[in-house]
Structure formats: C-alpha cells, structure tokens
C-alpha cells in the first residue's frame, strides 16, 4: 500500500463553519506534510510532523490548526476561513524526516476546498 | 532559504518530439532533488529522484534528469514524448541533512500534440 488517502475530495464551507480536512497512510511514515496548492502554482508547504509533534509551522495563520493523532493520520482543521484560502490542500507523507536518510514524499489526491 | 526556478512555462510539443524542461535551484549545500508529476486531475507523481552517486538519474516513463552541480541544475529529458506525457511538471529541493522542507518550483505544464 503505497497510499495517502484524503479525505473529504472536495468541501465547500462558509467563513463561519468549521471543518476539518482528514489524512491516512498505511506505509509506517512518520513523517506527514501539509501543503496548500493555489491553481497554477506549486504546492506551498505548511506544516511537517515528525513522529506526531510538530515540527514546522510555516507561518501559516491560526484558522488552520493541524493535528496529528496517531502515526497514521493527519488532520487540518479549518475555522473561520477567507474565501482567499480556498486552494488544493494536500497531504504527504515520508519514510523520515532527516533529508540524509534518502526519503522521498508521497502525495495524496488532495481536498479542494472553496470557501464561500 | 531555498529557491527552484523552472524557466519553461508552457511548453507545447508534438508526439515522438524530445523534451528538456530546466530547473534551478538556489542552495549552497547538499541538495536531494526530485521531479514530480501531476497529470490532470490526479495527485502529484514522482518521476525521479537524486540523492548521491551517478548525477544522471533515470525515472519511470522514460524520463531522465541530470544533475550539474557547478551549475545548481537538474534539467528533465526524454527523447520521445508522447501524449500521455501531457501534464504539469514540477523541481523540487530538499537541503540534506534539514527537516524535510521541500521546495517546489513554479511548474512546467507539458501539452503534447497528436
């Protein structure tokens, strides 16, 4: 299985909901990425968890607050969102977090969200 | 930080033309380096990947990218291509030895023609 399932495939929310956007792999990963993809552009990164703590934050605004339950699932909770945040969200997913273990990323099909 | 430029916007081909989308990074270390895919409306795809040894590196498809480190490239090739390769190419880098921060060029969208 060489997967990372997202759901749900697409989600129209109002600025007043709140959502959240799920994740799962099955390949023993411990590390999980959250990107945010705008059309035309390439996947900007959000958040790295690595063994289920938060590794990196890029300075994303609080109205997108990750979580990691377990090793394998990922969550993106969503509250209060701009229509300007709607985008592809993508989840991914590696072997290990240091770059010297020669890990490479696998990428779900991603949530389109649009905010309404 | 890092930086990937893909120069090559929109690229228009006809079927069985050869292919070579640029790719350029801004980092003064080790690099591990990678070509993604993502074909209309499916996730991105790794095409091939670079982490040490033989800078010339062959993926699936038929695609190959060579790593120039003097000149901080790692260019996509393939002799043939084909209209099933119509799809958005993106480079992305990685520093070695850093917290998995994976940086993604601009993107090239590929459209072969029949």
């Known amino acids: 299985d060489t997967e990372v399932t997202q759901t749900p495939k697409h989600l129209v929310m109002g600025m007043t909901n709140k959502k959240s956007l799920k994740c799962e792999q099955h390949m023993g990963h411990r590390a999980m990425y959250w990107y945010k993809q705008k059309a035309k552009k390439p996947p900007e990164l959000m958040f790295v968890?690595?063994?289920?703590?938060?590794?990196i934050n890029e300075s994303v605004p609080s109205r997108f607050s990750p979580e990691c339950p377990n090793s394998s699932l990922l969550n993106l909770h969503l509250h209060a969102l701009q229509p300007e945040d709607s985008a592809l969200y993508l989840c991914a997913s590696s072997q290990g977090l240091l770059a010297r273990q020669n890990t490479e990323a696998f990428f779900g099909q991603g949530t389109r969200l649009t905010v309404v | 930080a890092q930086s990937v430029s893909q120069h090559n916007h929109h690229v228009i081909l006809s079927e069985a033309a050869s292919l070579e989308l640029g790719c350029n990074y801004s980092y003064g270390g080790t690099v591990n380096l990678f070509w993604y895919v993502q074909y209309p409306g499916q996730h991105l795809q790794l095409l091939l990947k670079?982490?040490?040894?033989?800078?010339l590196v062959k993926g699936i498809k038929g695609f190959e990218a060579e790593f120039i480190k003097s000149k901080f490239s790692f260019n996509l090739r393939k002799p043939s291509v084909q209209w099933s390769d119509t799809a958005e190419y993106f480079c992305a880098v990685r520093p070695a030895g850093t917290a998995s921060k994976l940086t993604f060029g601009t993107g090239t969208r590929l459209q072969v023609t029949l």
């Open positions: 670079y982490f040490s040894g033989d800078p």
């Open positions: 968890y690595s063994y289920e703590k938060l590794s």
